[in-house]
């Protein structure tokens, strides 16, 4: 997940090839936004404020989503030094801003 030019980012990839999801409107006015990703079977959807951002299918065969190479997974602000997040980010700048909660799998 990643802010790139005001907009949210997402790629996923199961295993099969990534898809891309990209929101419509710009997040960086200082307001606060409530973003979710959800997945069901291989469609993926990004939304914010409860409006539908984007839409993706992940390809046939991919259903379990896991770290490329085992040394994925979900960073906020930014990434470790020497993590070679070329194809799992839009952008390797560290994130400025605030994250009010974060809630995985309704928890």
């Not at 770290?67 to 070329?86: H, I, K, Q, R, Y």
């Not at 801003?97 to 809630?103: E, L, P, R, V, Y």
Request: aromatic share 6%; glycine share 14%.
């Amino acid at each position: 997940m990643s802010l790139l030019n005001g907009h949210v980012e997402v790629r996923v990839d199961a295993g099969r090839g990534a898809v891309k999801l990209s929101s419509k409107v710009p997040v960086n006015d200082g307001l606060f936004y409530a973003l979710s990703i959800s997945k069901n079977g291989r469609r993926l959807e990004l939304r914010i404020n409860d409006d539908l951002q984007s839409t993706g299918v992940l390809p046939e065969g991919a259903t379990v989503v896991r770290a490329p190479g085992e040394s994925g997974g979900l960073f906020f602000g930014g990434v470790s030094p020497g993590l070679n997040t070329s194809n799992m980010t839009a952008t390797t700048a560290p994130f400025l801003g605030t994250i009010k909660d974060a809630i995985f799998n309704d928890e």
